[in-house]
Each structure stands twice: as structure tokens, then as C-alpha cells.
């Protein structure tokens, strides 16, 4: 009955909406602290309101973060001119860009063809299997800015696919036959290629634009070229270690080769719109890597990869419309950058940044950073979306490690990554997490505890590793 209660409570829009503004107000009424503008304290009640909003959801996101633009206005907490200035942000409109390239992928199914032809020369074996899903997330990430549609819009189709044919499913009871494997595989496999590429995931390029106030420069190469090594580690020891804790029943599977086969027959040849897409995301590709010699902004490769897309009809006008989730991202995207922004200007974030730098000093910079980032990480217990927790927190964070003598360079890549890995925490924490454990093939308890138990090789893997790697190519 409390149970029940408690849920009602929780899911009726305008008692969540008096939770939002009750949090707000307390805020706004506090006293100032000292050395603080009025209107960075308010802009901070209005920033939080809006984060709590994100997380609680009484509206979409889009709306929340309009009605927090709309409030920042009409308090003049912000001039209108500040409060649409995330809109003109180059890095939103790379991850708008790269929403409609992802279009592609899925309007002329080549993102499917590409998983069944891995899966039809590497799915003899369920290790094989789960490897050859994942690497086709790993080839289409750096082209899908949106992690959720990628595992939920073309990987997870499949996985169903693979899990019907193999007569494993959560209402029979027979989950853990292969579905629960692959499925859990895939929720981790989507975190890490999240990581390895700046436009894989939608809060990396806020990171990235975040990190550019403080004057730290992270291109789409830099980001990779940082990533690449303990990504690929992760890559292969992640299932690994899943496969020996969390192991399938079935170890052999023969039939996903014929499945992948008979898909691949049905699909027919390589279509013309497959052919020119493959191309022109190749052609993406090698100006995003090639950015920093060629002075290319990755923002105008995006522009470009789109322009090809129309001119060559892979896409028409009425399919860069309908892209929903895009314009979606513009709006609430835009809002946030703005406000982290804004608190940065009026000199909130800098304030934060001395009074916790003020605490641990005394601390190398190494071990300020390790607390830096474990806080971050476990902190997203409390988050219900990546990019809300990139936007409440790396700011601040940040501008403490900094201010303490951290390499701005390693501090910005590092929380970024962070960004990504902290969703290997919960069933609610990412936007692909609510799409995979609601198929029902793992329980709640073994994703929380097998979701702690690979946080921690996260964590050893990125700053063990990764921090020799980092080290040699000179980041700091």
C-alpha cells in the first residue's frame, strides 16, 4: 500500500512540478554567499530546477528546459541576447548534423546489414556472436551521436532476433539461455563505444563545448586518439569477464549464422542508397580524423556529410523533418550548454571551484583528480540521464581540477569519458539502460550488483591504462 502510495505520488506531473519549484524557491531565498553575484545565485536556482526537472520528467526535456529559458528571462536573471546564445554553439549543431547522418544508417538499413554480416562470419559461438554485435556498434558509433538509437533502434532488433531464434525468452524463463548474455553484453559494449568517440554519444559534445570555457580545446581526433586504447581494452575484457560471471547457457550457436544468412538473402544486393552511404560516411570519417591537419571544423564535416546525403537522395527533406529526436536535441541541448555556460560567465563556477579547492589542497594533483572522478562517477546514482549529470556537474568539476593544478587537457578528456562510463551503474541511468532491461532478460539485482562489480574495472581500466597511455602521448 506505502509502495503503491509512494508510486502515484511520484508519477502525478504537478506534485513533481511543486517538488521542482518548492527546490527552486529555497534556493533563490538563500543568502548569497559572499563574492557571489545575485543574478549567478539565481541562475544557479534556475540551473538546478531545470536538472531536477530532466531527472524527475514532469514534461519532456525539451519543454522542462524551455519553460527553465522562458523563467531566466522573465526574472532578467539572463538578457534575451545570453539566454538564446547556446543556439549559435558549433558543437550542438555537430551532434544535430550527425542525428540525421545516423538517419541514414537506418533508412537504408545498412546498419543492419553491416550487424548480420558480422554476425553471419563470427556467430558460430555466443562469445563470437556477442563480439561481432558489438563491433557493429563500434562501426556505426562514431555516426550516431544518439547511443540509444543506435542500441535500441538497430542493435537491439537484432538481438531480439537472435534471442527468438535460440527460444530464449524472459516469459518462458529460459532468459539466461543466450538473451541475457547478449543483451547485458550489448548494454556495456554501447557505454564503451560511447566513450571511444566524441560524436557517439549526445553529452560528449556538451562536454567538449563545456570544456572550450575554460579554454580547453578537445578536437574529434584528440578525443578518439585518447580513447582508443583503453576503449579496445575495454572492448575485449568487458564481455569476457560478463561471459564468466554472468555466463549463457548456450556456449555454440550455428543457428545465427543461417539466421544472419537467411536476413542477408532477404535484404537482397547493396542497394544504390546503401552504396552512397557507405561512402559518404567514409567520407565523414576521414575528415573528422584528418580535422587537425586539414582545419576542417567537424561541425562543416557534418554539414558537408549531410549536403551529400540530400544532393544523392540517401535522405530527402521530409526525413530531416520528422527527425524528432534531433530538433529535440537542439532545443534542451542548447538551454543547458547555455545555462552551465552562464553560470561559468557570472562566476558561480569559478567561486565553486576555490571553495572546494580550498578543501583539498595540500593533495597532489593526481589524487584530487582520482576523487574528482570517483565523486562523478558514483554520483550518477541519483541521475536518470547521462546528459543531465554532464550538465549539472563537469563544469564544476572541471574548474576544481584545474584550479588545483591538474592538466586541463587530461581533466577535460577524463571527465568526458566519465560521462559514459558512469552508466554502467543502474537501469535507468542512460537512455539505452531502460530499452535493454526492459526486455526483461536481466533482473534488477544482478544489473545493479554485476553493473558495481565492472564500474570498478571501468575505473581500473581507464585510470590504471588509460593513464599510461595518456601519459605517453603527452597529454600531460
Same mark, same amino acid.
Given at each position: 500500500?506505502?509502495?503503491?502510495?509512494? %508510486?502515484?505520488?511520484?508519477?502525478?506531473?504537478? =506534485?513533481?512540478?511543486?517538488?521542482?519549484?518548492?527546490?527552486?524557491?529555497?534556493?533563490?531565498?538563500?543568502?548569497?554567499?559572499?563574492?557571489?553575484?545575485?543574478?549567478?545565485?539565481?541562475?544557479?536556482?534556475?540551473?538546478?530546477?531545470?536538472?531536477?526537472?530532466?531527472?524527475?520528467?514532469?514534461?519532456?526535456?525539451?519543454?522542462?528546459?524551455?519553460?527553465?529559458?522562458?523563467?531566466?528571462?522573465?526574472? &532578467?536573471?539572463?538578457?534575451?541576447?545570453?539566454?538564446?546564445?547556446?543556439?549559435?554553439?558549433?558543437?550542438?549543431?555537430?551532434?544535430?548534423?550527425?542525428?540525421?547522418?545516423?538517419?541514414?544508417?537506418?533508412?537504408?538499413?545498412?546498419?543492419?546489414?553491416?550487424?548480420?554480416?558480422?554476425? %553471419?562470419?563470427?556467430?558460430?559461438?555466443?562469445?563470437?556472436?556477442?563480439?561481432?554485435?558489438?563491433?557493429?556498434?563500434?562501426?556505426?558509433?562514431?555516426?550516431?551521436?544518439?547511443?540509444?538509437?543506435?542500441?535500441?533502434?538497430?542493435?537491439?532488433?537484432?538481438?531480439?532476433?537472435?534471442?527468438?531464434?535460440?527460444?530464449?525468452?524472459?516469459?518462458? %524463463?529460459?532468459?539466461?539461455?543466450?538473451?541475457?548474455?547478449?543483451?547485458?553484453?550489448?548494454? #556495456?559494449?554501447?557505454?564503451?563505444?560511447?566513450?571511444?568517440?566524441?560524436?557517439?554519444?549526445?553529452?560528449?559534445?556538451?562536454?567538449?563545448?563545456?570544456?572550450?570555457?575554460?579554454?580547453?580545446?578537445?578536437?574529434?581526433?584528440?578525443?578518439?586518439?585518447?580513447?582508443?586504447?583503453?576503449?579496445?581494452?575495454?572492448?575485449?575484457?568487458?564481455?569476457?569477464?560478463?561471459? &564468466?560471471?554472468?555466463?549463457?547457457? =548456450?556456449?555454440?550457436?550455428?543457428?545465427?549464422?543461417?539466421?544472419?544468412?537467411?536476413?542477408?538473402?532477404?535484404?537482397?544486393?547493396? %542497394?544504390?542508397?546503401? &552504396?552512397?552511404?557507405?561512402?559518404?560516411?567514409?567520407?565523414?570519417?576521414?575528415?573528422?580524423?584528418?580535422?587537425? /591537419?586539414? #582545419?576542417?571544423?567537424?561541425?562543416?564535416?557534418?554539414?558537408?556529410?549531410?549536403?551529400?546525403?540530400?544532393?544523392?537522395?540517401?535522405?530527402?527533406?521530409?526525413?530531416? &523533418?520528422?527527425?524528432?529526436?534531433?530538433?529535440?536535441?537542439?532545443?534542451?541541448?542548447?538551454?543547458?550548454?547555455?545555462?552551465?555556460?552562464?553560470?561559468?560567465?557570472?562566476?558561480?563556477?569559478?567561486?565553486?571551484?576555490?571553495?572546494?579547492?580550498?578543501?583539498?589542497?595540500?593533495?597532489?594533483?593526481?589524487?584530487?583528480?582520482?576523487?574528482?572522478?570517483?565523486?562523478?562517477?558514483?554520483?550518477?546514482?541519483?541521475?536518470?540521464?547521462?546528459?543531465? #549529470?554532464?550538465?549539472?556537474?563537469?563544469?564544476?568539476? /572541471?574548474?576544481?581540477?584545474?584550479?588545483?593544478?591538474?592538466?586541463?587537457?587530461?581533466?577535460?578528456?577524463?571527465?568526458?569519458?566519465?560521462?559514459?562510463?558512469?552508466?554502467?551503474?543502474?537501469?535507468?541511468?542512460?537512455?539505452?539502460?531502460?530499452?535493454?532491461?526492459?526486455?526483461?532478460?536481466?533482473?534488477?539485482?544482478?544489473?545493479?550488483?554485476?553493473?558495481?562489480? /565492472?564500474?570498478?574495472?571501468?575505473?581500473?581500466?581507464?585510470?590504471? =591504462?588509460?593513464? /599510461?597511455?595518456?601519459?605517453?602521448?603527452?597529454?600531460?
Amino acid at each position: 500500500m506505502a509502495e503503491a502510495l509512494k %508510486k502515484h505520488i511520484f508519477s502525478n506531473i504537478y =506534485i513533481k512540478f511543486i517538488i521542482i519549484f518548492i527546490v527552486g524557491v529555497i534556493i533563490w531565498l538563500m543568502p548569497v554567499p559572499k563574492n557571489v553575484e545575485i543574478n549567478a545565485w539565481h541562475m544557479m536556482a534556475i540551473f538546478i530546477s531545470t536538472i531536477l526537472a530532466c531527472i524527475l520528467k514532469p514534461l519532456p526535456i525539451g519543454a522542462v528546459s524551455i519553460i527553465g529559458l522562458t523563467i531566466s528571462v522573465l526574472t &532578467k536573471t539572463l538578457d534575451m541576447k545570453n539566454a538564446l546564445s547556446g543556439f549559435s554553439e558549433s558543437s550542438i549543431w555537430l551532434i544535430v548534423m550527425a542525428f540525421f547522418i545516423s538517419r541514414g544508417f537506418i533508412k537504408t538499413g545498412l546498419g543492419s546489414r553491416i550487424a548480420y554480416q558480422f554476425v %553471419k562470419r563470427f556467430g558460430k559461438s555466443t562469445l563470437g556472436l556477442c563480439y561481432s554485435i558489438l563491433f557493429c556498434d563500434l562501426v556505426i558509433a562514431p555516426a550516431t551521436p544518439s547511443n540509444t538509437a543506435r542500441a535500441g533502434g538497430i542493435i537491439y532488433p537484432i538481438i531480439k532476433s537472435l534471442c527468438e531464434a535460440f527460444g530464449s525468452r524472459p516469459e518462458d %524463463k529460459t532468459e539466461r539461455k543466450i538473451g541475457s548474455f547478449l543483451i547485458f553484453s550489448e548494454f #556495456h559494449g554501447d557505454i564503451i563505444t560511447a566513450a571511444m568517440f566524441m560524436t557517439a554519444m549526445a553529452g560528449n559534445p556538451l562536454a567538449q563545448t563545456l570544456a572550450k570555457t575554460f579554454n580547453v580545446n578537445i578536437t574529434w581526433f584528440g578525443w578518439f586518439l585518447a580513447a582508443v586504447v583503453p576503449g579496445v581494452i575495454s572492448f575485449i575484457a568487458i564481455p569476457l569477464i560478463i561471459y &564468466k560471471i554472468y555466463p549463457p547457457e =548456450i556456449k555454440s550457436t550455428p543457428n545465427a549464422v543461417e539466421l544472419a544468412d537467411k536476413s542477408l538473402k532477404e535484404m537482397g544486393p547493396l %542497394k544504390r542508397e546503401e &552504396k552512397f552511404m557507405a561512402i559518404i560516411f567514409m567520407v565523414i570519417l576521414v575528415l573528422w580524423i584528418t580535422g587537425t /591537419l586539414t #582545419h576542417i571544423d567537424a561541425t562543416l564535416t557534418a554539414l558537408v556529410g549531410l549536403s551529400l546525403l540530400l544532393i544523392f537522395r540517401v535522405l530527402d527533406w521530409d526525413d530531416i &523533418k520528422s527527425e524528432k529526436g534531433a530538433w529535440d536535441t537542439l532545443i534542451w541541448f542548447s538551454v543547458l550548454v547555455m545555462m552551465a555556460d552562464q553560470l561559468n560567465n557570472l562566476g558561480l563556477i569559478p567561486w565553486f571551484g576555490n571553495l572546494v579547492g580550498n578543501n583539498v589542497q595540500g593533495f597532489s594533483w593526481q589524487v584530487i583528480l582520482l576523487i574528482l572522478l570517483l565523486v562523478y562517477f558514483y554520483s550518477h546514482y541519483m541521475f536518470a540521464s547521462a546528459t543531465a #549529470h554532464v550538465s549539472a556537474m563537469y563544469s564544476a568539476f /572541471l574548474g576544481v581540477a584545474i584550479a588545483e593544478g591538474v592538466p586541463p587537457m587530461l581533466a577535460a578528456l577524463t571527465l568526458g569519458f566519465f560521462g559514459n562510463l558512469f552508466a554502467s551503474t543502474t537501469h535507468y541511468g542512460s537512455g539505452p539502460a531502460p530499452i535493454l532491461f526492459g526486455s526483461g532478460y536481466v533482473d534488477q539485482n544482478k544489473w545493479w550488483s554485476l553493473n558495481f562489480v /565492472l564500474g570498478v574495472v571501468y575505473i581500473i581500466i581507464w585510470l590504471g =591504462i588509460g593513464s /599510461l597511455w595518456w601519459k605517453f602521448i603527452g597529454i600531460y
